[in-house]
């Protein structure tokens, strides 16, 4: 089976219903994959709902707040970020020092911090695309393998001074 990780708080912005959509949509196509949700928030009553409706509880799980979700997202084939909105994406910058493939929705974020077809996947914001897009990458060992050798030579060294930048803009928020 695949192992497909989103982290991030349960809350209608982070889009994790359109993952079980997704997921909806990846099981219609046969694909066997394990999805951890892993966050807690304000919708996960509303989330754990859409699972148990579209016949998905042996394919997603809700791990609830974890002290430390490297562990998921270094065991994960793909990482995924279906938010509707992600001003700058922190696990998706962790995801990349994992070296994970990432597929995620065109947000301002995203696209920020992901070269489509380089370094990872952008998506359109809809289950349909992002769907599309997890498909697509599992069903390529060319472009995953691709995408990881891409991370893996990356010298992130050289970027402190624009994560600080980053940070610095954050905190003033």
């Given at each position: 089976?695949y ?14 219903d359109?993952a079980v ?5 990846l099981?219609?196509k046969?694909?066997d994959?394990f999805?951890?949700?892993v966050g807690?928030g304000?919708e ?10 579209s ?12 002290d ?9 084939n793909i990482y995924v ?11 998706i910058?962790e995801a ?5 493939p990432i ?17 990872g ?9 992002i769907?599309d ?5 599992l069903n390529?060992?060319?472009k995953?393998?691709?995408?990881k ?14 994560f ?5 803009r954050?905190?003033?928020v």
């Amino acid at each position: 089976k695949y192992m497909i990780v989103t982290c991030g708080r349960l809350t209608p912005i982070k889009g994790f219903d359109l993952a079980v959509m997704a997921a909806s949509i990846l099981k219609k196509k046969g694909i066997d994959f394990f999805w951890y949700f892993v966050g807690d928030g304000s919708e996960k009553i509303n989330i754990e709902q859409m699972i148990f409706e579209s016949n998905l509880n042996s394919n997603i799980f809700i791990t609830g707040m974890v002290d430390n979700p490297y562990p998921y997202i270094k065991a994960c084939n793909i990482y995924v970020q279906p938010s509707y909105s992600e001003s700058y994406g922190l696990t998706i910058t962790e995801a990349k020092m994992l070296n994970k493939p990432i597929v995620s929705t065109l947000t301002a974020g995203g696209s920020e911090q992901i070269e489509d077809g380089v370094n990872g996947v952008l998506t359109n914001i809809n289950p349909e695309a992002i769907a599309d897009g997890i498909f697509n990458l599992l069903n390529s060992s060319e472009k995953i393998n691709m995408i990881k050798s891409n991370l893996e030579s990356y010298d992130y060294s050289t970027k402190f001074e624009e994560f600080k930048s980053i940070w610095e803009r954050l905190i003033q928020v």
